[in-house]
């Protein structure tokens, strides 16, 4: 018996895990830790609004539902990106 072939992946990131410092999303074979101190705009974010990322390019993430839009390297390296402004501002 032979099985089907396997399907094509549906999605090229998704939340992996979420804590009260912040959140693991996994890109490809990728996991990263999303932190709430260096991503202040995801802190009070609902878990809906978290898990509904998508990735419009390799490099770029888009929270839609937030109206978030990140670099992958912002995630990686942070300290290369410093904050230029705090939610609500």
Known sequence: MKSAPRGTATSAVEV??????GFWLLIGSEELFVPFDKFPWFRDASIDELTRVELPAPHHLRWPALD?????????HPERFPLVSRPGT
Do not use: Q, T
Request: glycine share 0%; proline share 7%.
């Open 16 to 21: 992996a895990n979420v804590s009260p410092h």
């Open 68 to 76: 978030i839009d990140l670099a992958v390297e912002s995630i990686r």
